[in-house]
């Protein structure tokens, strides 16, 4: 956990205090039910605070320390989020989508490309070294920039249109470890995020580039801020994204887009148990629950879901719905929500009579 000066701490206080008037800050907050969840609420509500008065919290100070010791790039990337911009690792996701899209029937070439990573900066605000390894409190300031393509064939039945996703990312990262002998120990892990995010979709048909650039939906004006909360001794992680959520209407030339600040909150419980449980919330309402049976590390058993009853809008009802057979609608915290029952047997979904229990 970073160590803020007295006169951060009173800037911190004075954001604290304007958490209700403040149109940035003013959050809807849930209310879970655990207390350490509550906690974790109530850090959550001041850090935030601190990140968005410091208006250098995610920006390389003008002189920057020097790293203090060599460390391989597999023992700083995979703590600071950068596990998959190790090249083996990279190539490793590539072939298993490939695989999973054969053992599936599908082309394997469809698959989307790994996700590349670029402008990789890794500068240590805090840090230190004990026999040429990491040791004690650190912080680390990660930015680097995210590049994903996919690319599927369209069959509109008198031609065939070549569709190009382009997902792009801006990254920075503040990660507060505490390392020893050079590894990072299990105890409270903090990090924050901000990410600003750039979508793209090609064509190579004139026509169906004229007709979807009426219905694209713009870019979020401001990136969004995960602050992310891990314990994995205790087997506990919270995540709160602060994002401008898009809303669409109907307009005379296409759609209307306009933007309203949302919270997510993720908050997961059970990590190193047999049973692993999640709460999910948009805002200060519940969206979804799960609740799984875990071995080795892997979902084994029944995981129970619900989620916000989303049918509920239209009218709809569940027996409409394929796929919902064995679906019902329970309420929970006062919601009513729709429960789903599935069952997995050593990591993979399977669709067995009888879900093992061990």
Known sequence: MPRFSSRASRVCLLALACLGTGSALALDLPNPAEPEAQALVKRFQADYARVKADTNFFKPPAAPMAMPCEVPQRDLYTPLGLFMAIPEEA?????????????MGMDPDTAAKP????????????????????????????????????????????????????????????????????????????HVTQLAMRNETLYDDAQMTQTMAKTKIPDAPEPQVTLNYMNFGVGRMALFTVSMAPKISAGLFGVNTSFQQQLDSHFTSGMNTPLQRMVMYKNDKMF???????????????????????LKASGMRLDQVPGMETARLVTVGGVEMIETRTCFIEGVLTKAQTCPKD
């Open 91 to 103: 190539e490793k996701i590539r072939l298993m989508s490939r695989k999973q899209l054969r053992d």
């Open 288 to 310: 979804m629950t799960s609740q799984t049976s875990m071995k080795s590390g892997k979902p084994h058993g029944e995981q129970v879901q619900t989620q916000e009853n989303y």
């Open 115 to 190: 996700m590349q990573y670029s402008n990789i900066r890794i500068t240590p605000l805090k840090a230190a070294c004990k026999d040429g390894k990491l040791e004690g409190d650190t912080d680390f300031l990660v930015q680097f920039d995210t590049l994903m393509e996919n690319v599927n064939n369209m069959d509109l039945g008198t031609r065939k249109v070549k569709m190009t996703m382009k997902m792009g990312t801006q990254q920075a990262s503040r990660y507060f470890l505490t390392f020893k002998d050079g590894k990072v120990q299990d105890g409270d892990r903090y």
